[in-house]
């Protein structure tokens, strides 16, 4: 049973870096794709970036790619999600997901973090 607890959001000023980490108490995190999406107020869930079970291919929002890095350490049952130069646009509550086939689309993932909030201040 996959069971995610994210931690690491918090206050941060535009140019500063955050790391998120998402941990899975059930061990089996290495059989998942996991995908990290993030949500606004007024605005829809989006995709962040995404990484495959064996942690060999990540996959990029346009609007992230460059200063995001997802990772994952599968002996540790952990995904990662490093945030550099942050911008006030960044604001959201930010959400892990897995799932075997987990890919952009949100609908795909079955499992989720409770989610945290990441605030950029200008």
């Known amino acids: 049973q996959v069971s995610l607890v994210e931690s690491g959001g918090g206050l941060v000023q535009a140019g500063g870096s955050l790391r998120l980490s998402c941990a899975d108490s059930?061990?089996?995190?290495?059989?998942?794709?996991m995908g990290w999406f993030r949500r606004a107020p007024g605005k829809e869930r989006e995709f962040v970036g995404g990484?495959?079970?064996?942690?060999?291919?990540?996959t990029y929002a346009d609007s992230v790619k460059g200063r995001f890095t997802i990772s994952k350490d599968n002996t540790e049952n952990t995904a990662y999600l490093q945030m550099n130069n942050l911008r006030p646009e960044d604001t959201a509550a930010y959400y892990c997901?897995?799932?075997?086939?987990?890919?952009?689309?949100?609908?795909?993932?079955?499992?989720w973090g409770q989610g945290t909030q990441v605030t950029v201040s200008s």
């Open positions: 990484i495959t079970w064996r942690g060999t291919t990540t």
């Open positions: 059930g061990h089996t995190l290495s059989k998942y794709n």
């Open positions: 997901a897995a799932d075997p086939t987990g890919g952009t689309n949100y609908l795909m993932y079955d499992y």
